[in-house]
């Protein structure tokens, strides 16, 4: 438990590092698979776009990546902040909730 806790710390400290070996790797398939491209006759261009597209689009990749590495309590920190911003754009909402959130588990002294 321990060991995992600490190479899940270990780990959200070197997200971005992870974040860009991760996207050096992709480069580097784009590339390779461009080359094989340029060797079977096609243009440069045509060759990049034919990877792109073999290697499954570019932003869909990323994603995929960032999706296998992404744990519980990114999705926490993700709602979190997505929660904020949007309280933050709706002042008047974000009042009306809080006022009108129901207290009943607060219990009050009677004098």
Known sequence: MLARL?????????????????????????EQQAETNIGHGMSSAEARRVAVRDLGGLTQTRQAVREVRTTWLDSVWFDTRHAVRSLRHSPVFTAVALLT????HVRFRRR
């Not at 710390?9 to 974040?19: E, W, Y």
């Not at 959130?101 to 009943?104: I, V």
Request: avoid cysteine; hydrophobic fraction near 35%.
């Open 6 to 30: 600490t190479a899940y710390l270990r780990g959200l400290a070197r997200r971005r590092k992870v974040d860009a070996e991760a996207e050096d790797e992709l480069q580097f398939h784009l």
């Open 101 to 104: 959130t129901d207290n009943r």
